[in-house]
Structures are given as C-alpha cells and as structure tokens.
C-alpha cells in the first residue's frame, strides 16, 4: 500500500514515488503507525515539500499493520511533511488521531464510497482543542 501511497503523490502531485515510499518505510520501521480500531496514519518526512500534504486509502480488504489492537487496517490516512518538520507536524497527526478516534465518524469513513464525501467529512470535522 506504500507503493501505492508513492504512486498517487508522484502522479498528483509531482514527488519522487521512491522518495515518498522510503520515507513512509523508514517511518514505519521505527513502529507501527497503526492506532486501532482499523486505522492506521503511515507519515513521513520529505526532502524539498513545501507544506504538509495527506492521503486517504481505504482498503477493500483489511492489511495487518501490527496495531496495538492486533486489529487489520481498513482505513489510512497518509500525512507527508517537509523533512524541517516542526511543531506544526506533530499537531496534524494529532488532530488526525482525535478525528479518527470518533468511533462514528470512523465508521462513515470507512464506509463511505464517494471521495467528494469524504472530504466533506474530514473538513467540516472540527478539534475539540479548537472548538
């Protein structure tokens, strides 16, 4: 799924898919990015980007991602940072987590068959800490 993840960045977005792919990789290596509850936010840091740009997989059939529930992820959100990644890094994987720790808004995500949708959702959701 990695690939994958690399594939679409390079093709939308113009980045390096091996660059995108050792970066997710080099990541996970230093521990699962697996949550739980199916989810999973693989995450990396990438030489050159200008801004932080994110992904939404959701797979068809459920990957072993040793997570600490030992659940299979079905959902991912992939979050690529500059390499000079600072505070600002930490509170996107942060906000993301809260998100997807909202058992029904995991479900409609999960669930959800249109991209346009999807969007909706991630966008009008709003932080707690900001709210």
């Known amino acids: 799924v990695f690939e994958e993840a690399g594939l679409l ?3 939308l977005h113009g980045l390096s898919r091996a ?4 970066s997710l990789f080099s990541r996970e290596r230093l521990g699962s990015t697996g949550l739980g509850h ?3 936010i693989p995450h990396g840091r990438i030489k050159g980007l ?14 072993g991602f040793d997570a600490p529930d030992d659940q299979a992820v079905r ?4 979050l690529l940072v500059p390499e000079a990644a600072t505070q600002k890094h930490l ?4 906000e993301i987590a809260e998100l997807l720790s909202d058992a029904d808004l995991r479900e409609k995500m999960s669930n959800c068959t249109d991209a346009a949708q999807l969007h909706d959702m991630i966008s ?4 707690a800490q900001l709210a």
């Open 50 to 63: 200008k801004a932080p740009m994110a992904a939404v997989f959701q797979m068809e059939t459920a990957i």
């Open 19 to 22: 660059l995108v792919t050792d």
């Open 124 to 127: 009008q959701w709003q932080s």
């Open 38 to 40: 199916g989810v999973a």
């Open 91 to 94: 509170e996107i994987l942060s």
């Open 75 to 78: 959902l991912l959100i992939f």
């Open 9 to 11: 960045f390079e093709s």
